[in-house]
């Protein structure tokens, strides 16, 4: 068999993902290829048909995540809470579904820093759904606390409503042990300090990767922070996709190389 793989969003043209693609295919021993699809906001309707009838898995980004949560037959615990979706296979005739952006982000901390979050404070700047999909790895992995800073307070108190630990940003426990920055490069305001309980001790995640080294993640790094773009969660949700369509052993740290 070869596999018909793809990304689809918008925009999609700069994906590294069929690079990670190609990648687990060779470590998984398997043949195929992987196309970018440009799929935006108005294309729900497009991603239900080309998901089923042109590719026999398909990882998705942003803004399709919740049009995959509506479109799939079968969930999974985490994209059902999350109502999100970050990959999509057709098994048997029916369109699955499952986010690995949370375990992915979790796992990635942990490849590249040594950082086991079990029992950290951590501050998630940002509430979309970026934000809420790492917060749920987060949980699950048992963090002592999230505080999440953001201008949407509906979306804040919703997170909060969800979860326990987490919290809007007036209880932040301090020190920060995890700071991670979700929010769009382009709607940022420049920052002059790092926030109160964030120092060297502070792991600094900015998910973005272009630039790759933003002026919060330099800030961060000026005053000490070990820091990381967003390459190393896309790497590591991207072996947990691989793994659950093949069942094959994918090393992320090897597909992090692909794409540095």
């Known amino acids: 068999m070869k596999w018909r793989l793809g990304v689809a969003g918008s925009p999609i043209e700069h994906s590294l993902t069929p690079q990670l693609h190609d990648a687990g295919l060779a470590m998984a021993g398997l043949e195929g290829s992987s196309l970018r699809v440009e799929l935006g ?15 026999d898995a398909l990882s998705i980004t942003m803004p399709l995540k919740g049009f995959g949560f509506e479109i799939c037959d079968d969930l999974d615990e985490v994209a059902s809470r999350t109502q999100s979706v970050n990959s999509l296979l057709v098994r048997d005739g029916k369109l699955l579904g499952t986010s690995t952006d949370g375990e992915g982000f979790v796992n990635s901390v942990r490849g590249q820093f040594d950082l086991n979050v079990e029992g950290t404070h951590v501050v998630v700047l940002g509430a979309g759904g970026a934000a809420s999909a790492i917060i749920d790895g987060l949980i699950r992995a048992g963090v002592a606390s999230v505080a999440v800073h953001a201008r949407n307070e509906a979306k804040v108190e919703a997170l909060v ?9 007036s209880l932040t426990y ?26 060297a001790h502070t792991v600094a995640v900015d998910i973005t990767y272009e630039p790759r080294l933003s002026p919060w993640r ?4 000026r005053s000490g922070c070990p ?11 991207a072996a947990l996709q691989m793994q659950w369509w093949w069942d094959a052993p994918i090393d992320a740290a090897q597909l ?4 540095s």
């Open 41 to 55: 906001a108005k294309d729900k309707a497009k991603l239900n048909k080309v998901a089923r009838k042109e590719f």
């Open 174 to 199: 301090r020190p920060v042990d995890l700071i991670v920055n979700t929010t769009p490069v382009e709607g940022r305001t420049d920052e002059v300090a790092v926030m109160q309980g964030v120092g």
């Open 227 to 237: 820091s990381a773009n967003g390459l190393g969660m896309l790497a590591y949700q």
């Open 161 to 169: 409503a969800r979860y326990d630990h987490v919290y809007d940003f």
């Open 256 to 259: 992090l190389k692909a794409i």
């Open 218 to 221: 330099a800030l961060h790094e």
